[in-house]
Nanobody, 119 residues
C-alpha cells in the first residue's frame, strides 16, 4: 500500500520561509508526476506546483517566483520550498502522485499538512 506522508507544516510569520516534505513509502509503478495541492475551507483543492518524471515543472500563478518544487529520487521524497509567505498561503497542503499503467490511472494522496501564515 503506497503511502505519502507530508511534514514540515506549521505557523510562520508573513514574509517567512517554510519547506514541506512528502515521503513516499515505496516505488510507484507508472509514476508520471508528483504535485503539491492546497485547500482552504469552502474552496476546492487547487494545484500549487507539479513536477513530472521528465522534469517539467509548473506553478500556480499565485506562487510563481516564491515557491520551488523539487524531488529527490534517491530518498523518494518530494519537497516544496516556500518563500515570502503571505496570509493567503494559509491552507492544508497535500502531496499527490499520479500513476498511469496499462490497467489504470491512479492518484495517491497524503493526509495533508497545515500551513498557517500569521503574525
Amino acid at each position: 500500500q503506497v503511502q505519502l506522508v507530508e511534514s514540515g507544516g506549521g505557523l510562520v510569520q508573513p514574509g517567512g520561509p517554510l519547506t514541506l516534505s512528502c515521503a513516499v513509502s515505496e516505488i510507484i509503478y507508472g509514476l508520471r508526476a508528483m504535485a503539491w495541492y492546497r485547500q482552504t475551507p469552502g474552496k476546492e483543492r487547487e494545484l500549487v506546483a507539479k513536477i513530472t518524471t521528465g522534469g517539467t515543472i509548473n506553478y500556480a500563478e499565485s506562487v510563481e517566483g516564491r515557491f520551488t518544487i523539487s524531488r529527490d529520487t534517491a530518498k523518494n521524497t518530494l519537497y516544496l520550498q516556500m518563500n515570502t509567505l503571505n496570509p493567503e498561503d494559509t491552507a492544508i497542503y497535500y502531496c499527490n502522485a499520479k500513476a498511469i499503467t496499462v490497467l489504470s490511472t491512479r492518484d495517491y494522496w497524503g493526509q495533508g499538512t497545515h500551513v498557517t501564515v500569521s503574525s
